[in-house]
């Protein structure tokens, strides 16, 4: 009877090799020459070598017996071309990884066992200089390859492996995995079930919450995440991704910049040079892709969205948002169920009122708002709409300007060059007239504020 090897075969979705159908539990048979990565079965002796020929993000994998003639490649991996080959068994990923320990335990002098691990079905690994390695987790791995380094795993099913120098990877959680391949750098988890990635030099990547990752690519940077269920990611230079709310996100991709986040269910992201997205609002939303801008949010079901350069959108009440798309410019909103929008260059909306909304559309213009239930709106370049009273007002200043106002109560006024808009409502709120006049036209004057009577007709108010 010919020898039986133990070894282990990757395939496609479909458990294909070389177009080549198996069966699990089924053995197959070649005819003719068996030559090594020529013809026959291949298979490899370490489940680890498998992945060089499949991914594991999208094969299969099984337990093989290989045996009839057998062949090797000079100088190669453990892979094997054998006349016979028998499908034991298809292996889940975490069963296939655990094949591979236990084949690396089979090649250990056991007489150094207990200088390298603690825990059982383990390993701590180390080959730097004045360095560690210290594992005491079940099923798990601590290896480092750097000098003056650390990886130390507590973890049960878990790893924690460190290749730079002067450097640390820390895990204590189960099922979790703290990786760091940057020089003076360190990746910490504390979680269950979650990842603490960096590939940074002099940078962080740090996770304490269940079923979260907190990953950092960029250089002298941070990711931090305290929240479960959740994320922080930072691929920019000399920045930092925050979060410590749970199912949330805070994301960065800029340089010399932040995104921060403590709401639950919420995210913050920025992709903008010397940038910010702070969100501290639940259920809510903080976004900036301008550079050298902000956007921050502090209400619950709310939102600040910036995308201008050189510009802030800022909003704290509940329930509503702030949005800037201009350059050198901001929209604020510190009121609920509100909104203070912006799109024009070197402007600014800003809403301060309950139930209102602030909206600017023209550059060098302002549109302000500080009353409840009103507006402020303004479309013309270097211009302004105000409100500052309940029920509705506003204001232009700007040639070419209009000024609406139309609420109840609502009162209105221009400059030389614009014009007014105002309606009469009865005490229901039910619309009764509305009329519209330029500055100089039906006697209205520059600069004075009017209102409609109950007959529909301008006059003069404070």
Request: with cysteine; proline share 1%; net charge negative.
């Amino acid at each position: 009877m010919t020898k039986e090897i133990v070894t282990f075969k990757g395939f496609n979705k479909d458990l294909k090799c070389r177009d080549f159908q198996f069966e699990i539990g089924k053995t197959f048979h070649h005819d003719g020459k068996v030559e090594a990565c020529v013809s026959g079965f291949h298979a490899c002796e370490c489940p680890f070598d498998v992945f060089s020929y499949y991914s594991p993000a999208d094969s299969r994998f099984a337990e093989t017996i290989s045996f009839g003639i057998t062949d090797r490649e000079e100088d190669g991996d453990t892979k094997i071309a054998s006349a016979s080959i028998t499908i034991k068994a298809e292996l889940t990923h975490p069963q296939f990884i655990q094949r591979g320990i236990e084949w690396i335990w089979s090649k250990i002098d056991k007489s150094l066992e207990q200088q390298i691990m603690c825990g059982n079905w383990s390993a701590a690994t180390n080959t730097g200089n004045r360095s560690a390695a210290t594992n005491t987790g079940y099923w798990s791995a601590a290896t480092n390859t750097g000098n003056r380094s650390a990886a130390t795993n507590t973890g049960d099913r878990s790893a924690a492996t460190n290749t730079g120098d002067c450097s640390a990877a820390t895990n204590t959680g189960n099922r979790s995995a703290a990786t760091n391949t940057g020089d003076r750098s360190a990746a910490t988890n504390t979680g269950y079930w979650s990842a603490a990635t960096n590939t940074g030099n002099r940078s962080a990547a740090t996770n304490t919450g269940d079923r979260s990752a907190a990953t950092n690519t960029g250089y002298w940077s941070a990711a931090t995440n305290t929240g479960n269920w959740s994320a922080a990611t930072n691929t920019g230079n000399r920045s930092a991704a925050t979060n410590t709310g749970d199912r949330s996100a805070a994301t960065n991709t800029g340089d010399w910049s932040a995104a921060t986040n403590t709401g639950n269910w919420s995210a913050a992201t920025n992709t903008g040079n010397r940038s910010a997205a702070t969100n501290t609002g639940d259920r809510s939303a903080a976004t900036n892709t301008g550079d050298c801008s902000a956007a921050t949010n502090t209400g619950d079901w709310s939102a600040a969205t910036n995308t201008g350069d050189w510009s802030a959108a800022t909003n704290t009440g509940n329930w509503s948002a702030a949005t800037n798309t201009g350059n050198r410019s901001a929209a604020t909103n510190t009121g609920d169920r509100s909104a203070a929008t912006n799109t024009g260059d070197r402007s600014a909306a800003t809403n301060t009122g309950d139930c209102s909304a602030a909206t600017n559309t023209g550059d060098r213009s302002a549109a302000t708002n500080t009353g409840y239930w009103s507006a402020a709106t303004n479309t013309g370049n270097r211009s302004a709409a105000t409100n500052t009273g309940d029920l509705s007002a506003a204001e232009v200043s700007g040639s070419q300007s209009v000024a609406a106002s139309l609420g109840i109560k609502g009162k209105s006024r221009a400059s030389e060059g614009g014009a007014i808009v105002l309606c009469y409502r009865d005490k229901n709120g039910e619309l009764i007239h509305i009329r519209a006049s330029k500055v100089g036209e039906n006697g209205i004057m520059p600069n004075t504020w009017y209102q409609l009577n109950e007959d529909g007709e301008f006059v003069e108010c404070e």
